[in-house]
């Protein structure tokens, strides 16, 4: 009897922790374009060792979603800026809602806490496309959200990119901060809906970027261990872009009215790879700068406290666009296997320790492809270099990277192998019209890696269905 009492009450204190207050701590973005993909169930694995609690998705895929129930991890589902317009029908938002969320809201399913309606849609690049439809797609699923009845916990927002908001160039300080003319009324209304609503604003915010687009850019003003001239506004001192930029926001929104709208960073990291300060030296860094400071509730001047937050990204994803920079394939905290690149900071542990790796992940073989020096042949290397990179991921070639230093037969060596790997070690990947041979030899050099891809994804996940049988029996005889 007092064996069950004693279950009985930890079981309550669990559960009321678990349903009671919102998880603190860490989260991150969890991207999904990598030519060779972890199994999910690897991946849920990786962030429950690594008690990472809190998951925002591009889109909300059901094979994702199942791989996250019953785990508690929170999640932020996404519509992808392609399905906006669809939600300009409130009966087709309705359905999303249905088959996207409600779906999973029951004890022991998915638990969901936002909708990002959109990514970055506002995105100058993006020539306004998405400016007419993003408000009226984000009140279409919230109200649905509402109509479902689950509005009350689960908020729609929209991730937005941080050139939404400046300061003026006469007087360039975070509290001139003002959403950005162009779009101003559009932001003050989409605010004052996600107001109403109680749901945050969602702001990605990269100092990386900030540097890589400014030569003039002061490096250490992306850091945040000082040595940059503090920029003073009002008496406080600036010494990191982070804060400025974050403060920026907090001033447009206060200056629309809704100077205590809760926000949360939907993304915020460094690269690794793809430029010359894409590195691991400088993500430890920046990492090392941010994350002791967002366990400490810092905050920033103008917001001290506790920031939600949500790292980009989790694992590097090499089939992402190059279009912003050869950096987009290298944001990852783990590698594209799920290896740890650096050690992190981890508020659990009050210090930097070696993240948990992804378990059990099944490689091809130890195979590379590379260039065979004795072709005699040469008139096509260019054109099948070209179809490699064109097919497999080469940015660690560029300047600045980790491969840049590689002679001419390396770098051709390069583009075969990464070819031959993305391409699950075909034989016949490894042709190239003759110029190319495999070995069993690791041609990596130095700094540069020629990686063994992972193997396919797929069955592996079945191995734990009997696991889960026996559990379930255990719970049901005992
Ligand atoms: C936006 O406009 C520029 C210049 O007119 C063009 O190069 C680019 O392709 C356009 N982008 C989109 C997403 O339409
Ligand atoms: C958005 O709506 C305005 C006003 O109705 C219209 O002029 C503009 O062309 C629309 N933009 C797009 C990208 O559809
Ligand atoms: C190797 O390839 C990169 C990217 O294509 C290029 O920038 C670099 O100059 C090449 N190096 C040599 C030695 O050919
Ligand atoms: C190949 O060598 C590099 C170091 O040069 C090493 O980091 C990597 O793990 C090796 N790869 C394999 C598959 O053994
Ligand atoms: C290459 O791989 C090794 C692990 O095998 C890792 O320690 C190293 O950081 C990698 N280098 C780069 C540039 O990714």
Known sequence: MEKEWLLFVSWLIIWVSLHTYDVQ???????????????????????????????????????????????NIEVMVGIPNGQLAAMLNYNQALKWVRRNVVRYNFNGGVNIKYVAVGNEPFLKAYNGTFENATLPA?????????????????????????????????????????????????????????????????????????????PDFPV???????????????????????????????????????????????????????????????????????????????????????????????????????????????????????????????????????????????????????FNPNARDLSKLGDNINFACTYADCTPLGYGSSCHGLDANGNISYAFNVYYQTQYQKLEACNFGGLAKLTTQNISTGNCNFTIQIASSGLRTAASVPFLLIVVLIFLFF
């Open 138 to 214: 984000l009140e279409n699923i919230q109200n649905a959200l509402n109509e479902a009845g689950v509005g009350n916990k689960i908020k729609a927002t929209v991730p937005l990119n941080a050139d939404v908001y400046e300061s003026p160039a006469s007087n360039p300080v975070p509290s001139a901060g003002r959403f950005r003319p162009d779009i101003a009324g559009l932001m003050t209304q989409m605010v004052q809906f996600m107001s109403q609503n109680n749901a945050p604003f969602t702001v990605n915010i990269y100092p990386f970027l900030s540097l890589y687009a400014n």
């Open 220 to 370: 250490n003003y992306a850091f945040f261990d000082g040595g940059a001239t503090p920029l003073v506004d009002n008496g406080v001192q600036y010494t990191n872009v982070f804060d400025a930029n974050y403060d920026t926001l907090v001033s447009a929104l206060n200056a629309a009215g809704y100077g205590t709208m809760p926000i949360i960073v939907g993304e915020v990291g460094w690269p690794t790879d793809g430029d010359i300060n894409a590195n691991i030296n400088n993500a430890v860094r920046f990492y090392r700068g941010l994350l002791p400071k967002l366990a400490a509730n810092t905050g920033t001047p103008l917001r001290p406290g506790y920031i939600e937050m949500y790292l980009f990204g989790l694992l590097d994803e090499d089939a992402k666009s190059v279009q912003p920079g050869s950096f987009e394939r290298h944001w990852g905290i783990f590698r594209y296997d799920g290896q740890p690149k650096f050690p992190m900071y981890l508020a659990s542990e009050n210090r930097e320790i070696t993240l948990v790796g992804a378990q059990n992940v099944q490689y091809l073989e130890n195979e590379w492809c590379e």
């Open 25 to 71: 701590g860490l989260g991150v973005n969890w991207g999904t374009q990598a030519n060779h993909k972890l199994p999910l169930s690897t991946v849920v694995q990786l962030l429950k060792n690594n008690g990472i609690q809190k998951v925002k998705l591009f889109d909300s895929d059901e094979s994702t979603l199942s791989a996250l129930t019953g785990t």
